[in-house]
């Protein structure tokens, strides 16, 4: 009997002191919908961690915003028209030519995509030396710094 009474009286203090889990979301964006007597409302990347709800009164912690309606300011950039690479595949070094003078940066990146040379350059044509790095295959990204442009080319060094 004693047995049985320590066996209730643990099951009861293991569920008293229990937790429930409320629950939760991280979204990225946040408005309100209603449908008659029925309202969905969800947030803008908070979480959501305690409700209480008393007649027609719903209270929620948390960040909600009706009608919020945020973007990024991202520029567009368009592609650089009228460029020449030449040799590819190379040997020693790769010439760019231009239609146009240009503002721009020459970036050249190993294809695990770390950066391996840089060169600035305000002209209508310019030449990057390859001579000291490895036979494989390369990326040179041209940046116009002016106009928000950019190229890509795939450059092989025999």
């Known amino acids: ?10 099951l009861f203090s293991i569920s008293a002191f229990s937790q429930t889990i409320e629950k939760s979301s991280i979204s990225s964006g946040g408005a309100s919908t209603s449908n008659g007597t029925l309202t969905m409302v969800y947030s803008i ?10 007649a027609n009164i719903h209270i929620s912690e948390g960040f909600i915003s009706k009608g919020l309606n945020a973007s990024l300011g991202i520029k567009e950039i368009t592609k650089i ?12 070094k790769v010439n760019l030519s231009f239609t146009e003078v240009i503002n721009a940066e020459v970036r050249v990146f190993d294809l695990t995509g770390r950066a391996i040379l ?8 310019t030449s990057i030396d390859l001579s ?5 295959t ?4 041209v940046y116009d710094l002016d106009n928000a442009r950019v190229i890509t080319y795939k450059i092989i060094k025999k």
């Open 45 to 54: 990347g908070e979480v959501n961690v305690a409700e209480t709800t008393s």
């Open 132 to 136: 000291r790095y490895n036979i494989g």
């Open 118 to 125: 840089s060169k600035h350059f305000n002209d209508v044509k």
């Open 1 to 10: 009997m004693k047995n049985r009474l320590t066996a209730i009286i643990l």
């Open 138 to 141: 390369y990326l040179l990204h």
């Open 81 to 92: 028209q009228g460029v020449k690479v030449y040799p590819n595949p190379t040997v020693d």
